[in-house]
């Protein structure tokens, strides 16, 4: 039996840091990867499906080359260079991981499949590993649901998406959420017919109803087909392709297409790490069940990133590592809850998001005001030619403190910040008001917008 002083799983978001930090605090600490380092945001979620995104936005900015005053003549897609791109970006980060924690004095990177025995040991390898304090970062994948014919279609998911290097004719995407709306938006600016096909009455269910319009809206000005309520989906193999039969109010009641990409959640990794050995609880979707410091129900282990079911992004897990780094090494009593809901869509132009839905704010019966203000009035939007989207900005009409905003628009990911760093102080919005902005920036309207406050309804 080997022994450390500390044992992580995972080498998601927040583990490798984690590990770093206590192999600096001169403890020694074992890292266990059984797939690829750096875990899904480095190599099948957000750096390389940003890195696509990038691709696709070139592209869709070639294309309107005549607004802009230049010709191009046809724009055609490489997609085996497109792919060649992505591996690079992608594969730069995984190495950069690896390299970095096997650098790491005191640090043990074991490659493999990790399976608790006991409060605390872990077998790899058939290795036995014990250690007083143990992390659990092994993220989640793609959920596949259990609707008819899923095992008779070779279907996508978010991590097979990866490596294909041809363009699927006519792509049916299944999920209209934050995963399925960035492939369908890249794939239909490769070259791809696209079809969107959703459950529920809208996209994006969880965010407001104004919001799911203006994207569908943005997403079928570019020709993506969309269809919504659609129940009791079926797959079934046509030809050289894949049909998507549902059941809706709308005909025609099946799509037929060439791929078919299924984005319709997440599970957590969490059914074969043998956490019944260590007693460690679990909702009844599978997410580790933890405190407010992020510790499990078994003193001595915790659990950071998609597996706990608290974030689902790459910078809540990093935020957990923080989390607990600061608990353990800095006595600074940090806790999940101070964290206030902020994240992107990045679909073009991005969503920024940050803090209470509109949904949110009527449940907890505040009284709140709310300014929205379309991107076509926004000068630089205009200037750029990118004015699709609005801003929406919503206050507690009591302390005046910003409830929630979202910004829809070009550079709605990174002005979102302005506004969530106003919420974490704490201060009210009017101090936006007394700020000098740069101009001509988007989020030089600030002060504008929020001088247009109305009841919120
Ligand atoms: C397509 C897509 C796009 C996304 N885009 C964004 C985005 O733009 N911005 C954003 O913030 N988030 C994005 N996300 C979400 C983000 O990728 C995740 O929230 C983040 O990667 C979660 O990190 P994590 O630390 O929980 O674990 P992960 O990154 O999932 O890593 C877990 C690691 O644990 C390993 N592991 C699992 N079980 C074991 C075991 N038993 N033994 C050993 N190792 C094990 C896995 O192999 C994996 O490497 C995206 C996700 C997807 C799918």
Redesign the pocket.
Known sequence: MKHFDAII???????PSLAARFAGAGKTVAI???????????????IP??TLVASAYAIHVARRGAEYGFATGDVRVDIKRVKARKDAVSGRSNKGVEDWLRGTKNCTVIQ????FQSTNTVV?NDEVLQAGQIFI????R?SVPDMPGVHEVPFLT?SSMMDIDFLPEHLIVVGGS??GL??AQMYRRFGSQVTIVEMGPRLIGREDEDISQAVREILEAEGIQIRLNAKCISLAKRDSGVVVRMDCNDDPKEVAGTHVLLAVG?VP?TS??GLDRAGIATDRRGYITVDDQLQTNVPGIWA????NGR???????YNDYEIVADNLFNADHRRVSDRIQA??L?IDPPLGRCGMTDAEIRTSGRRALVAKYPMVRVSRAYEKGETQGFIKICVDAETEQILGAAILGIGGDEVIHVLLDVMYAKAPYTVIQRAMHIHPTVAEYLPTILAKLEPFV
Do not use: M, W
């Open positions: 799983i995972g080498t998601g978001q927040a583990g266990i990867e059984r797939n690829k380092f750096g875990g899904t945001c480095v190599n099948t979620g957000c499906t940003k493999g499949h990790a399976r790899v970062n092994v993220g989640g793609a978010n934050y995963v960035e492939f997440r990794n074969d790490l950071l990133g998609d597996c974030g689902a992004f790459t910078h809540t897990s994240y992107a990045y």
